[in-house]
């Protein structure tokens, strides 16, 4: 316990040094200190004490706050879902969108802004819900015509359901070229949505995908032995798989839906954290979660301020991050031990 506690000290100190700084940054930078005692009054109850104050408030928990949580449970649910997959595959080059989980919520995305559903009945909640939906037919699909194969096949039919999700997607978007534009923002990523409304719609969802990717490590575990020594130790292998991969697709379709596709937090941060902190992913996986949440705040952060007024997508700040070091992933996969 003592060779995790300080890993996990540090990860969480990096995670709260990263929320403050995301909530600080903006048109106007706010200081730490004042950020912690406008939130702590406001806890209390306690009125504003100046104008400036009550501008300060209600900056703070109207906008700032309600962006920073969604993006740090974004990053959590990304980075916990790619713990999970490059476990249970054995593959560091496993993240969560192995099995097309982020092609089916782009697709729905997609249909939904060419209807111009928000407009309409659904308001505010169409493009989630619809990307939510995208994603679960396609990992249904999936695993409809995966659960008779081995895990390597699951991998190819997640390739190639993908790929015909991602097809529909770009044939949708030559035929809605008025809406194209908030198409493309949506699909790079980020938080286009302000408010409270996103964050309680996004957290249930993460909330139970998480929690039972971190009851189901220690299965995870086994099950990097290989099936036979699993059964052996008398886990259920089937079983104990389809738990863990609708665990860490719920949690991914939950975060794909409100902030759009935002690549290579499932991949980066759990290989990190698996150096930092070990492959037992008793560890590894709570390490990933709280990792994941500072990594993509970090990235928020450089989004909102690197071509300041102007704001870029998240998803292309975790690209610019991430490419490289897949690449330097893949150079060392073969000597990768697992």
Do not use: C
Not at 241 to 268: Q, S
Not at 274 to 294: E, H, K, V, W
């Amino acid at each position: 316990m003592p060779k995790f506690a300080r890993p996990l000290l540090l990860t969480t100190a990096l995670l709260l040094a990263a929320s403050l700084l995301s909530i600080g940054v903006g048109s106007v930078f706010i200081p730490p200190k004042s950020i912690l005692t406008a939130l702590w009054d406001a806890l209390r109850g306690l009125p504003p004490a100046t104008p400036n104050a009550e501008k300060l408030r209600v900056i703070l928990i109207t906008l700032r706050l309600p962006r920073t949580l969604l993006m740090a449970l974004t990053g959590a649910a990304l980075a916990g879902s790619g713990a999970a997959y490059q476990g249970l595959f054995r593959n560091p080059l496993a993240d969560p969108y192995l099995i097309g989980a982020a092609s089916g919520a782009g697709l729905g995305a997609v249909v939904s802004l060419s209807s111009k559903w928000p407009s309409s009945v659904l308001g505010f909640l169409a493009v989630p819900l619809t990307a939510f939906v995208g994603a679960i037919l396609t990992v249904f699909i999936v695993f409809t015509l995966a659960k008779t194969l081995p895990v390597t096949n699951l991998i190819l039919a997640g390739v190639a359901v993908s790929s015909f999700a991602t097809a529909l997607t770009s044939f949708l978007m030559i035929n809605a070229s008025g809406e194209l534009r908030r198409t493309l923002v949506w699909l790079l990523g980020g938080s286009n949505m302000a408010g409270w409304k996103p964050l309680i719609g996004q957290f249930p969802y993460v909330l139970i995908g998480l929690a039972m990717l971190i009851a189901m490590s220690y299965r995870l575990n086994v099950l990097q032995l290989g099936d036979e020594q699993a059964q052996q130790l008398g886990v259920n292998v089937p079983r104990s798989r389809t738990i863990i991969i609708l665990a860490a697709t719920l949690a991914t379709a939950a975060a794909v839906a409100f902030t759009g596709i935002i690549g290579f937090v499932g991949l980066v941060v759990p290989h990190l954290m698996r150096r930092f902190g070990g492959g037992d992913a008793r560890r590894l996986m709570p390490l990933s979660i709280l990792g994941g949440a500072a990594f993509l705040l970090l990235a928020d952060i450089l989004a909102r301020t690197l071509m300041a007024p102007q704001e870029l997508p998240v998803g292309i700040i975790t690209a610019l991050a991430g490419a490289p070091f897949f690449l330097v992933i893949l150079r060392q996969s073969r000597r990768e031990v697992w």
